[in-house]
């Protein structure tokens, strides 16, 4: 069966600083891979999916970035973080018609 | 464009019905709806392609009219396990294959008491 995994579950940054998350995925190959943001009581935002290593699509332009280095891990990046990066940030593949799988996400919160 | 997703909020007895609407100003392709619970990350429920489907699961049924690009999730008999958020995520028509992405709505808080 097809898996998810995140972490960190928590963190806390302080402005500037960077930011590292990971996500990998065991149970099938070449998924589509999504980095989504959520602010507090607020919906979810598409900021990166890819379909294959090394390729990232943008939805949102700031200072994260993505990455696909093998085919099952996704990492999302910043180099320094800002107030306005703080939120829930959510992992999730496709598996066709069974809808996304998210992982158990990252609270982020920079001070 | 995001789907707008209505009501905002609702609140139910147990075991009393709710209906929660979603309606897109893009040609679909497909309805996804997802429940989650406070803290946690959202849980897919089911997924309607185009083709007017309806779908169920448990007590939980959706419809989508692709002429009105809109879907419809409804609650039957509630239970406490249903209180949450629900989102409605929609995709457009021509984004299949590599370009499947959802976009969802801001979500309806669901609270059942008692």
């Known amino acids: 069966s097809q898996t998810i995994h995140q972490w960190p579950a928590t963190l806390v940054q302080p402005v500037g600083s960077p930011l590292s998350l990971e996500c990998t995925v065991e149970?099938?190959?070449?998924?589509?891979l999504y980095w989504y943001r959520q602010a507090a009581g607020r919906g979810l935002q598409l900021l990166f999916y890819?379909?294959?290593?090394?390729?990232i699509s943008s939805e949102v332009p700031q200072n994260l970035s993505a990455s696909r280095p093998q085919d099952r891990q996704f990492i999302l990046s910043s180099k320094k973080l800002l107030l306005s990066d703080s939120g829930f940030y959510l992992c999730?593949?496709?598996?066709?018609?069974?809808?996304?799988?998210f992982g158990s996400g990252t609270r982020l919160t920079v001070v | 464009q995001q789907p707008v997703q209505s009501p905002q909020a609702v609140i139910l007895r147990e075991g009393e019905d709710a209906v929660i609407n979603c309606s897109s100003s893009?040609?679909?392709?497909?309805v996804h709806w997802y429940r989650q619970k406070h803290g946690e990350a959202p849980v897919f429920l089911m997924i309607?392609?185009?083709?007017?489907e309806q779908k169920g699961h448990e007590k939980i049924s959706a419809s989508f009219n692709e002429k009105k690009q809109q879907s419809s999730l409804y609650l039957t008999a509630s239970q406490l396990s249903y209180s949450g958020t629900y989102f409605c995520?929609?995709?457009?028509?021509?984004?299949?294959?590599?370009?499947?992405?959802?976009?969802f709505g801001k979500g309806t808080l669901l609270t059942v008491n008692p």
């Open positions: 890819s379909v294959g290593i090394g390729q």
């Open positions: 893009k040609a679909l392709y497909s």
């Open positions: 995520g929609t995709v457009k028509m021509g984004s299949g294959g590599s370009n499947y992405k959802l976009t």
């Open positions: 309607l392609l185009k083709g007017g």
């Open positions: 149970g099938t190959s070449n998924p589509n």
């Open positions: 999730a593949f496709l598996w066709r018609y069974h809808g996304y799988t």
